[in-house]
């Protein structure tokens, strides 16, 4: 005998309603940021650093989105998890219960 299974209305509603609120605020986000590539970079690099003029790299005049300290460590850290997904071995997986 076959067992049909039936989604919850709230999984279903779940499984569209995330990606497009997801959606939604990143389109809301690259509308009102401001224009161009280096423009969004300011603007994502002014959430998480202080951007002091002193502390920061210059390119032609223009100051890098992150000053010297994020910049080093948002690098060591991309570094660590691109070294640790090469060559860490796999020691976890899904749970046997």
């Not at 401001?34 to 502390?55: N, S």
């Not at 790299?57 to 080093?72: D, E, K, M, V």
């Not at 070294?83 to 899904?94: N, Y």
Request: glycine share 10%; hydrophobic share 45%; aromatic share 14%.
């Amino acid at each position: 005998m076959e067992q049909t299974t039936t989604t919850p209305l709230s999984k279903k509603l779940t499984n569209w309603l995330v990606p497009l609120a997801a959606i939604i605020v990143f389109g809301t986000w690259f509308y009102i940021a401001p224009p161009g590539l280096l423009g969004k970079a300011d603007a994502v690099g002014y959430a998480i650093c202080h951007r002091i003029d002193e502390r920061s790299f210059h390119i032609f005049g223009r100051q890098l989105p992150l000053c010297a300290r994020c910049t080093g460590e948002f690098y060591a850290a991309g570094f660590a998890l691109l070294f640790l997904g090469i060559f860490s071995p796999k020691k976890s997986g899904m749970p046997g219960w």
